[in-house]
């Protein structure tokens, strides 16, 4: 990233600071990290269900 855009950057996050729940914002990532990792794991268990032979039961 260039100068400019870093110092745009910590600029916006400064001026943003002060209205940012901080609260509402932990809560958010935790929900989004819990969505990834439930994504992460039909997608893995998805992937297995190919791997095996249709009625195989396994």
């Known amino acids: ?3 400019c855009n870093e110092w745009l ?3 916006v996050l ?6 940012v729940d901080r609260g509402v ?4 990532i ?5 969505q ?6 039909a997608i893995e268990d998805a992937g ?6 249709e009625g195989s039961g396994m």
């Open 1 to 3: 990233m260039s100068h």
């Open 9 to 11: 950057r910590e600029l």
């Open 14 to 19: 400064a001026a943003l600071a002060p209205h």
């Open 25 to 28: 914002l932990s809560a958010r």
């Open 30 to 34: 935790s929900e989004e990290q819990r």
């Open 36 to 41: 990834r990792r439930r994504l992460r794991a």
């Open 48 to 53: 297995h269900s190919l791997d095996r032979p």
